[in-house]
């Protein structure tokens, strides 16, 4: 009893305590009906979770908890993967829809997931589970039955265990736990399908009974076979299951133990579940509840010989042997499948590293590998195998091509995937081919994969140091080379940019051969190269060092052997100038030590090298000048005047003063002196000393030819010779006194010049002094001239006084006849103003005429019942005349040429922007040239087609399409004039694809507002949209502001790009224009900016360096005087023109587009409707958002990306004005938001008043924005309008925009209309299945562009297929319409007091012809409408009744007049005044209509106009871009040719001239432009000598770095990159990778000693 309550109590641990059965005896009726379904509930979710865990074990995939399974499954994924294990042949992974479950997790369950359901069933059906088993699809996907597909799922899994596939399935009924929450939600989950729980427990006689056997046979077979196995007697078992009747297959005897064992423990565990489950009160007992199934019995047994089999396999793995293995694997007992003998090799290897890695994972004990592991192994071995088979055909194929000699041939062979190798590099074929097919020459054989594989890794990577080369980065070739598949050796880092040089000249000698770039050997050949040149100059400077201390010791041999170093690389070393070479040597060395002020200083290899050749060149000179010398000496001997006279001229001797005319005197005194010095001591030794003409003393023999720069203690001086600088003393005095006699004779024409002189002086001094003399007197003289001059106008004025008086009566005449003169002209003007003034009295005149009918028209127009007789003189205007059609086809054309401009230009733009990224993606090597010229030929296409689409037209379509494009008016139609339809198919695409989609089919379905009718049906979209996602999408209001909504941003996107764009200009473009050119305009209050720009122009300015730090906070930059006054002045400058813009905009509602503010006020409305309770300035903060921050900010940021401003292609704004206008936005939107500064900003805090008090502005603003009347009546159009309509509304769409549209409609029609007698889904069925693109656009010639005949745009002519049928006078609002077209004609042709009279008098005669003249004239102007080229039709519904007798038009309005009098639309009592009113309103709005078309098509010229423009933007970009492409591909022409001409600084063609200025880095240091440099100690600066020199390309200079004389770097410095470092605020930048350079200064020096600033 004991152990049977723990065996109890253990049961009610596992699972729900629902009772005992005498516990279920208290219970009532319904208690017990209640725990029965808990039970239930519970019995059914243990299945569930068995279920769950077989199928985890089959798919090796995780499912969802117990409790969602359910839902999991209606997919059909996890039912699909379960038939992939079942039948992968039949049901591949790539088949699965929806395989990941991103859409179902997304959208939900899609139609085409019942594939997946399919898939499974089919599995079943090819595994041979009976059929009773089989759910339906709908038990699946709807959930209608899934009690049965687990049922099924349990039956499939002991089927599978009894073919011994799968692992049997767990009985888990007590094991597991579930809460009273889930057994409760279950069981009301088993109430709604209202089904019988299947029975579980029957599923192994199920099968048994569904098998083509003896059932009662097969039954008393099965017990016995239970009988024999709890008598646990072996042979007994054996034969019972070896009875033909239980039909059990697959028996080995020899396993007849482990059957036993096997079947024993599954039979007890069976019963001991069953004692489980009779536990509960509704348990019903079945026979093999405790009895082992057929099913489960062959489960078993093969369960048995499947481990047998696993470990024979085992044994035949530790033997290692192939072809056992083979036997072993091909086993029937295992079932593998896809076992190939050819592969049984590939086999051992797997299962031999697979039995391994398993036994590691085991801590070393050793375990056989399952069934699922061994399938898994032969699978994979059999994917190795067809995969070294592929990569041998693949090695065969590149053995062939290097054969071929075709590089591409082996290109397409490489990078061929079966081949396993690594990336090839496409623009190396010839690299691979040449060195490839060296590699095949030399082994004489073909290479094996290894081989391959190996010299692509090395030629991919030698392809890349190539392109690294043509880059021309040094660090980025230096990479290259360091790449372990180079197997490039001894790169240095120090000598990056030698090896880029090196390897660039490399490269361009080889341009001309047929592979272009550099094989492994040549870059390795390179490297080497230049590292020996490296480590060359290295010993060079330290043979310098050796020769600058030698020097210093003054040991001439020392020295001699220092010159003569090998590593030193001098020139020239003569052994017997070692003296002098020491002597001038030193000498440079002391003169450079005082020139440079340094006693330290040190000779360079130049100096030294050329004082080498100095000092040759000085003993060169001394042999010549002495040979001359002795020669002049025997001359004097010799007495050989002539000899003499030419040896004394000869340059080697450099005599002074030699005259041709004293030869004779010279030999008499050299002989002289010769004499006098002969006497003075010894002779004949030869000797004599002369000064070199650097002062330098020469020795030299003139017997043995030997010469000294020092005088040898063996030398004695031989006086019997002259030397130069006694030979140059007499010379000098004969040739003194020869000039002496010569003097006089010369200066005698000077004397006379200079007496002429002295005259000529004399002379002019006498006219001076006449001439100040009359100067002085001026005045005086003036004033005597003035008195004579004033005497005698006095005299004559006296004279005439005389005259006048003696004569007095004449004159009086004279005046009276020029008074009458005078009267007579006034008179005649008079009578010439009358007649001038004839032409305004007739005009008076004709006024008064009109007065009358101005007064019936002021009634017409003003009066509230104007009357019938005012009425008929106007209704004419109500007529359609040829100029109203005229105006309507002009009207109609401009729409399309503005549609298609709009169309073509957003095509072109993105075009252009593509372009861009192509060429900055080109600048950074990611894409070749050819991409960018393929994309330029299709810019130049659009240039060459001005208007690229061209409309068809329905006649381009083919006649078997016509219905059909019918059918899409009647769609679109609908589309247009219903915005539910778009305004939910907005919301169901992804936001990613909204823009796109309201681009391409809102804004074509409404001709992009081309018109009022389409702007006000689209504004009647964004509002239904705009109300929608406000009331389902916002939960609270600043959403709106923090996130991207969706109908906010088309709204936005619309009236900023389309209607809005001129209203936008119109109100941005003079403040803009008037920040732009104010060129003394810098706001910048950012205080580091303004920091470092403060740097950088004082250094600049004084060439000197600030001693300030180059980088700074906030606080750091603030605490200098002059930052703060400069940001003080730009917060100035901010106010001012902040102030500007501000009152400019809230000056200028009117300029805000109507369809903007009243999207605001719809705005306005849902959000007070949504959010009740929230502030009115917390709702017109957001309202602000919309019109100031979406709609004007952007465009006050970005005024050229949004046509406020007029810009050129080269030439845009500068980051000075974008900074300007940036500032000025921010500032207004901080006053829109009720922003201010603080934090980072503390610094800007005195503009927070301003903002508060623009806030209020801002606000009153926003208030007035949304004070606008509803679209019905600012645009004068209602639910009739189109009736009433002259012609019917057109549309210009592409044929793949109807194509993609009726797509999105089928796919979300029962989203968009969930009734589906919507006349939405009416119309879907009419057009049926979306058509190919073929069908819509007919008969194509195949060599048409197809994708370009689909952007073809076409017309479409709308029309309502509901439209009320002719006839028919139902509605009333149709009969008032047809009602008034009557009485207009009546009352034009017949008159009368009131309508009532004129409808009861009858119609003359004469009054029938005119009413039949008037229709006649009518037919005529509508034909003439219909003949031109326009779709002008006029509603015939409307126009039939017109035609009409005028009597029996009478009689018709008569009835239509009773008929409304009932209706309540007009009275009798007032003569039908209200049918009148409504004609005298239609003949308004008639005028209006005319009016606004006038002004429509003014404003769609002056868009055209605009759009032209634009376009005349884009060709003159496409002309950049043509001239860029060009100018790349003639540089590629005339790669490594050398011009002759270079393109100035300054922008003129100059021939070229190299300049070059050399400064030492210490003098650098001084004028702080070199800071440091790295690993160079400061007093080592000297040693350094920078050369800085201009190159043929302008603004880049060549800097040449030298160390001691020795070449050590070289750059390129260009002077543009310096000036934007300099603008970004950088001020020190490196150069050599090592030197530390002062920006600022650095532009200083170039300006100064280049560009002469």
Wanted: hydrophobic letters at 40%; glycine letters at 4%; proline letters at 3%.
């Amino acid at each position: 009893m004991e152990d049977e309550d723990q065996v109890d109590r253990g049961v009610g641990h596992n699972r729900a305590a629902y009772g005992t059965i005498e516990d279920n005896a208290r219970l009532s009726a319904e208690e017990m009906d209640e725990k029965r379904k808990e039970n239930i509930a519970y019995e059914y979710l243990c299945h569930l979770e068995e279920a769950k865990v077989w199928i985890e074990a089959c798919i090796n995939d995780h499912l969802p908890m117990t409790t969602e399974i359910e839902e999991g499954l209606r997919n059909g994924v996890y039912l699909a993967k379960l038939g992939h294990f079942m039948k992968p042949e039949l049901v591949p992974l790539k088949r699965i829809y929806d395989r990941d479950q991103e859409r179902y997790n997304v959208r939900g369950l899609h139609f085409r997931h019942t594939d997946n359901i399919n898939h499974w069933v089919n599995a079943l059906e090819h595994m041979g589970l009976p059929q009773i088993f089989y759910p339906e699809t709908t038990d699946i996907y709807d959930r209608k039955n899934m009690p049965r597909v687990i049922y099924c799922i349990h039956a499939l899994s002991l089927y599978m265990f009894k073919l011994g596939l799968a692992p049997q399935i767990e009985d888990l009924y007590g094991k597991i736990k579930f809460t009273d929450e889930e057994i409760s939600a279950m069981r009301k989950e088993l109430e709604k399908y209202g089904i019988q729980m299947p029975a579980f427990s029957k599923i192994g006689g199920i099968l048994a009974n569904e098998m083509p056997v003896d059932e009662a046979a097969l039954h008393a077979a099965v017990i016995a076979i239970n009988d024999a196995i709890d008598r646990q007697v072996i042979p007994d078992t054996l034969g019972a299951i070896q009875n033909p009747a239980a039909h059990l297959v697959n028996i080995a005897p020899d396993y007849a133990a482990g059957y036993q064992d096997i079947l024993h423990s599954a039979k007890y565990t069976k019963a001991e579940n069953a004692r489980n489950k009779s536990i509960d009160p509704d348990y019903e007992p079945d026979v093999y509840d405790e009895l082992l199934t057929q099913a489960e019995i062959q489960g078993n047994i093969n369960k048995v010989n499947t481990s047998r089999a696993l470990e024979k396999l085992d044994e035949v793995l530790q033997k290692q042997d192939a072809s056992l293995l083979l036997q072993a694997l091909k086993n029937p007992h295992l079932n593998l499948r896809d076992v190939q003998p050819d592969n049984a090799e590939f086999y051992l290897v797997r299962l031999m590293k697979d039995r391994d890695v398993k036994k590691n994972n085991n801590n070393g004990e050793a375990v056989m590998l399952d069934k699922d592991e061994v399938q898994t192994a032969v699978s994979e071995s059999n994917k190795e195998a067809d995969t070294e088979y592929q990569k041998i055909l693949a090695v065969q194929a590149i053995n062939a091509a290097v054969s071929s000699g075709d590089a591409q041939q082996l290109l397409a062979a490489l990078v061929n995937p079966k081949a396993q190798l690594p990336p090839v590099e496409e623009y190396a074929a010839n690299l691979y081919m040449e060195e490839f097919a060296n590699i095949k020459e030399e082994k004489q054989a073909d290479l094996d994969y290894e081989e391959i594989l190996g010299g692509v890794r090395v030629l991919s990577a030698i392809a890349k140091i190539n392109l690294a080369v043509e880059t021309g980065d040094p660090v980025g070739t230096f990479n290259t080379l360091l790449d372990r598949n180079a197997h490039i050796q001894n790169p240095d880092e120090s000598n990056q940019k030698k090896y880029q040089d090196a390897l660039v000249t490399a490269k361009v000698a080889k341009a001309e051969y047929e592979n272009e770039l550099l094989t492994h050997f040549e870059i390795q050949e390179t490297v080497d190269m230049v590292n020996s040149q490296v480590h060359e100059e290295h010993e060079r400077i330290v043979a310098i060092g050796l020769i600058n201390e030698a020097v210093d010791r003054g040991v001439p041999q020392g020295t001699l052997e220092a010159l003569q170093m090998a590593t030193a690389k001098l020139k020239d070393i003569e052994p017997k100038q070692a003296v002098h070479y020491q002597n001038l040597l030193a000498a440079e060395k002391q003169k450079k030590a005082q020139k440079t002020d340094d006693d330290s200083a040190q000779l360079w290899v130049d100096e030294i090298q050329a004082t080498v050749n100095t000092a040759n060149r000085h003993a060169e000179e001394g042999n010549k000048m002495s040979v001359v010398v002795a020669a002049v000496n025997i001359a004097v001997d010799d007495a050989d005047t002539q000899n003499l006279l030419n040896l004394l001229t000869n340059p080697d001797v450099a005599l002074c003063s030699v005259t041709p005319e004293c030869g004779s005197i010279y030999l008499v005194q050299l002989q002289e002196a010769k004499n006098d010095k002969t006497g003075a001591g010894d002779t004949g030794s030869g000797w004599m000393m002369n000064k070199a003409k650097e002062g330098h003393k020469f020795y030299f023999n003139i017997n043995t030819m030997e010469y000294a720069w020092e005088r040898p203690e063996t030398v004695v001086k031989d006086h019997s010779l002259l030397t130069r600088e006694e030979i140059q003393k007499v010379v000098t005095a004969v040739t003194a006194e020869h000039d002496r006699e010569l003097l006089f004779k010369s200066n005698e024409p000077i004397i006379v010049k200079l007496q002429a002189r002295i005259r000529g002086y004399q002379a002019r001094e006498a006219f001076n002094n006449r001439m100040n003399f009359m100067k002085t007197q001026l005045p005086a003289i003036v004033q005597i001239q003035a008195w004579y001059r004033g005497q005698r106008q006095h005299k004559k004025y006296r004279q005439r006084l005389g005259e006048l008086k003696e004569n007095e009566d004449s004159a009086i005449k004279i005046q009276a006849q020029v008074r009458m003169y005078l009267a007579r002209q006034k008179y005649k003007e008079r009578q010439k103003y009358y007649k001038a003034n004839e032409p305004q009295i007739v005009k008076i005149q004709a006024a008064w005429r009109s007065n009358m009918a101005r007064h019936d028209y002021m009634q017409l127009m003003h009066a509230e019942n104007p009357p019938i007789s005012v009425v008929r003189k106007f209704v004419h205007l109500l007529d359609q005349s040829d100029i109203d059609y005229t105006e309507e086809i002009d009207l109609q054309k401009l729409r399309q040429q503005v549609v298609t401009e709009i169309r073509s230009n957003q095509q072109l733009e993105l075009d252009l922007d593509q372009m861009d990224i192509k060429i900055g993606l080109l600048v950074k090597n990611r894409i070749t040239l050819q991409d960018v010229i393929t994309h330029d030929r299709k810019l130049k296409n659009y240039k060459e087609n001005t208007r690229g689409s061209v409309n068809k037209g329905l006649k381009a379509l083919s006649k078997e399409s016509r219905e059909r494009l019918e059918a899409y008016q009647h769609l679109f139609y609908l589309l247009q004039t219903n915005p539910r339809y778009l305004a939910k198919l907005i919301f169901e695409m992804p936001q990613s694809r909204t823009t796109k989609f309201m681009e391409s089919v809102i804004l074509t379905l409404y001709n992009y507002a081309s018109n009022q009718r389409e702007e006000y049906l689209l504004l009647k979209l964004f509002k239904t949209a705009l109300e929608e996602e406000i009331s389902s999408k916002v939960d609270k209001m600043s959403d709106i502001v923090t996130g991207n909504p969706m109908v906010v941003k088309m709204i936005v996107g619309f009236n900023r790009n389309a209607r809005g764009q001129g209203s936008l200009r119109e109100l941005l473009n003079p403040l803009v224009k008037a920040v732009l050119e104010d060129k003394n305009l810098a706001i910048n209050t950012n205080p580091i900016e303004v920091y470092k720009a403060w740097v950088n122009q004082m250094e600049t300015q004084s060439g000197k360096a600030s001693g300030l730090p180059y980088d700074a906070t906030n606080e750091q930059a603030l605490e200098h005087e002059e930052v703060r006054q400069r940001i003080d002045q730009s917060v100035q400058a901010l106010r001012k023109a902040t102030d500007l813009f501000l009152k400019h905009i809230l000056g200028a509602l009117d300029k805000i587009p109507y369809g903007m503010r009243y999207m605001a006020k719809v705005m306005r409305d849902a959000l007070k409707k949504k959010f009740p309770d929230a502030p009115e300035k917390d709702v017109l903060k957001i309202v602000g958002n919309l019109i100031y921050y979406r709609y004007i900010n952007s465009a006050i940021v970005a005024p050229d990306a949004f046509d406020i401003i007029d810009v050129t292609a080269n030439k845009g704004l500068t980051t000075d004005q974008r900074r300007n206008l940036g500032s000025v936005a921010k500032i207004l939107q901080f006053a829109a938001s009720n922003k201010g500064f603080g934090g980072d900003s503390a610094h800007l805090a005195s503009m927070n008043s301003y903002i508060r008090e623009a806030h209020e502005k801002f606000k009153k603003y926003f208030k007035e924005a949304c004070d606008v009347e509803e679209p019905d009546v600012v645009f004068n159009i209602d639910q009739y309008t189109d009736v009433t309509m002259v012609t019917k509304p057109v549309i210009f769409i592409s044929i793949r925009e109807i194509v993609d549209t009726h797509q999105l409609l089928l796919d979300h029609q029962d989203a968009l209309a969930p009734d589906h007698s919507d006349l939405l889904h009416e119309l879907l069925e009419d057009l049926g299945d979306t058509p190919d693109s073929d069908i819509l656009l007919g008969d194509v010639d195949e060599t048409s562009n197809k994708t370009q005949l689909e952007k073809s745009e076409i017309t479409l002519t709308l029309s309502n297929k509901y439209e009320v049928p002719e006839g028919d006078q139902t509605d009333i609002n149709n009969m008032v319409i047809r009602t008034k077209r009557m009485v207009v004609d009546v009352i034009r042709c017949q008159p009368g007091e009131n309508l009532t009279q004129i409808l009861n008098t009858p119609a003359t005669d004469e009054q029938e012809e005119e009413h039949a003249a008037l229709v006649k004239k009518r037919d005529k102007v509508d034909k003439r409408a219909t003949d031109k080229e326009a779709n002008l039709v006029r509603q015939q519904s409307v126009m039939s009744e017109t035609r009409l007798a005028l009597s029996t038009m009478k009689t018709k309005v008569k009835k239509n007049l009773h008929a409304l009098v009932l209706a309540g639309v007009v009275s009798h009592k007032d003569h039908y005044q209200a049918i009148v009113n409504m004609i005298v309103q239609d003949i308004r709005n008639q005028r209006r209509y005319r009016q606004r078309r006038k002004q429509e098509m003014i404003r769609i010229r002056d868009t055209f106009q605009s759009l032209s423009t634009k376009r005349a933007f884009f060709e003159e970009q496409i002309d950049y871009y043509n001239r860029y492409v060009k100018t790349c591909l003639d540089n590629l022409r005339t790669k490594g040719k050398k011009t002759h001409k270079r393109f100035s600084f300054f922008g003129k063609d100059t021939d070229i001239k190299q300049v070059s200025i050399k400064y030492s880095a210490s003098k650098l240091h001084e004028k702080g432009v070199v800071l440091e440099i790295e690993d160079l100690p400061m007093n080592q600066f000297k040693n350094v000598l920078f050369e800085i020199a201009t190159t043929e390309d302008a603004g880049v200079f060549d800097v040449n770095a030298k160390f001691m004389g020795v070449q050590m770097e070289k750059v390129d410095l260009i002077f543009q990159d310096l000036l934007q470092l300099q603008y970004e605020g950088v001020a020190v930048m490196k150069m050599f990778n090592r030197a530390k350079v002062n920006v600022n200064l650095l532009i200083f020096l170039l300006n100064k000693k280049f560009y002469g600033k």
